[in-house]
């Protein structure tokens, strides 16, 4: 099949995920804004944010038997209900608790509806447009998730406008996905390595996805937050995101492309030393506030988004191809573990400095994955940059992404370690 059929046959898909993408990016956003306007103590407001990650990797350990049962438009319909339902919510109970509980829902959800998109795009794309494929898809996830901070200039968060859009966009991606006419795949439990060989096979893979979860959970989830701590109107906070998921729009080719040609632990250690040096000096108040502020915020995103993705293709460096798939997918779960740990952490530290402590947290983290890093790159010699595989542009989605990466050899009946 040719690649534009691919493209026409997966449209309605890309519609529901940019959808989708809009919707909780508008959502994670206006939750942080609206919950320092209720006056929230900070660390509830890291326990509301962390309780998104921790269901999302809930959901993604039990999405597969439930697509397995019903099949994919009906997990779709289910979870994208309950996703929609519990946006509205968010505006009609509003309580630290019953926001941790609705923000653990909705990751739940959305790691069911990642799993079924993301399973019936594999089955639409083939050997060779996979690599294609997973790009434009990762592309319309980032740009609909930039558009989703835009949305949040449109009405005060103060209010429910806002929350009743959020819940519109996620009911408007039901529309493309059950009208599609793509045939639904068959669907298995997704394979994982077992984390003690994992960690001996890539011990900066298995260090590099947790630290990655513990930069980029608490950045993304607490970067409205510490806006609004620096007095930065909703317009303006709207702007900051933007520019966050912008620079690291642009900045994962180059970083990518530059790790194929050395030793990839050279970049991922410079990136996190960039984190730890640019996060001490913000954390400090050193980095220059009012416009400066929206520097900061490119800066620190084209630094932060790509990390995850370099660390996987180090990993992947290491692996036997058939290993790919379930390797990632354990990853994909201590990107996680990471991921719920970090805003945590972060607000704990912003308890007591006040917004700048986000970026005190972000320096230590990404300084202690420097750290490790480098250490092994004297325990380990680096693969040969001819033999590195070629990095691919990732995020955190669900383990089904992996097998659209053309660095997989997708073989049926591979057994693995569990």
């Known amino acids: 099949m040719s690649l534009r059929a691919t493209l026409i046959g997966i449209f309605a898909l890309l519609l529901g995920a940019g959808a989708l993408n809009l919707g909780m990016g508008l959502q994670a956003s206006l939750l942080g804004v609206r919950a320092g306007l209720e006056g929230f103590p900070t660390p509830l407001i890291g326990l509301i944010m962390s309780a ?64 079924v998109t993301e399973s019936w795009l594999n089955e639409r794309s083939s050997n060779l447009n996979r690599g294609t494929v997973l790009s434009i898809y990762f592309v319309v996830i980032l740009a609909s998730t930039a558009v989703g901070q835009a949305f949040l200039m449109m009405a005060p968060p103060s209010g429910y406008d806002l929350f009743i859009f959020v819940s519109v966009i996620i009911s408007v991606a039901l529309v493309p996905i059950t009208l599609t006419s793509t045939p639904t795949p068959a669907i298995s439990e997704p394979r994982r390595m077992a984390l003690r060989r994992l960690f001996g096979i890539s011990p900066v893979g298995v260090a590099g996805c947790f630290g990655a979860g513990l930069v980029t959970g608490a950045f993304w989830a607490l970067g409205a937050v510490y806006a609004q701590g620096k007095g930065l109107p909703t317009d303006d906070i709207a702007i900051f995101m933007t520019l966050v998921v912008g620079g690291g729009v642009v900045t994962q080719w ?114 202690l994955l420097a750290v490790f890093t480098f250490y092994r790159m004297t325990q380990r010699a680096a693969v040969p940059s001819e033999d590195n595989v070629d990095f691919v542009f990732a995020q955190g989605v669900s383990p089904v992404s992996f097998e659209l990466d053309p660095r997989s050899d997708i073989e049926e009946g591979c057994e693995t370690d569990t």
């Open 254 to 367: 180059p970083f990518g492309r530059l790790s194929d040609q050395m030793d990839r632990r050279y970049v991922i250690g410079g990136i996190t030393v960039a984190i730890a040096i640019l996060g001490a000096i913000a954390g400090l108040g050193l980095f220059p506030e009012g416009q400066g502020l929206y520097v900061l915020g490119v800066l620190m995103g084209g630094l932060v988004l790509p990390l995850y993705g370099l660390v996987i293709a180090h990993a992947n460096d290491f692996l036997e191809q058939e290993d790919f798939v379930p390797a990632s997918a354990s990853l994909l779960l201590l990107y996680g573990a990471g991921a719920i740990v970090g805003p945590l952490l972060a607000t704990g530290v912003m308890e007591f400095v006040g917004p700048d402590g986000l970026f005190l947290h972000l320096a230590v983290a990404a300084a």
């Open 52 to 115: 998104y990650y921790a269901g999302f990797v809930a959901g993604s350990l039990f999405a597969p038997k439930i697509v397995a049962r019903v099949g994919h438009i009906r997990t779709f319909s289910a979870f994208a209900s309950l996703a929609s339902a519990a946006a509205l919510c968010h505006a009609v109970f509003v309580d630290p608790l019953s926001w941790a509980i609705l923000r653990g829902l909705t990751g739940v959800c959305f790691a069911a509806l990642a799993l």
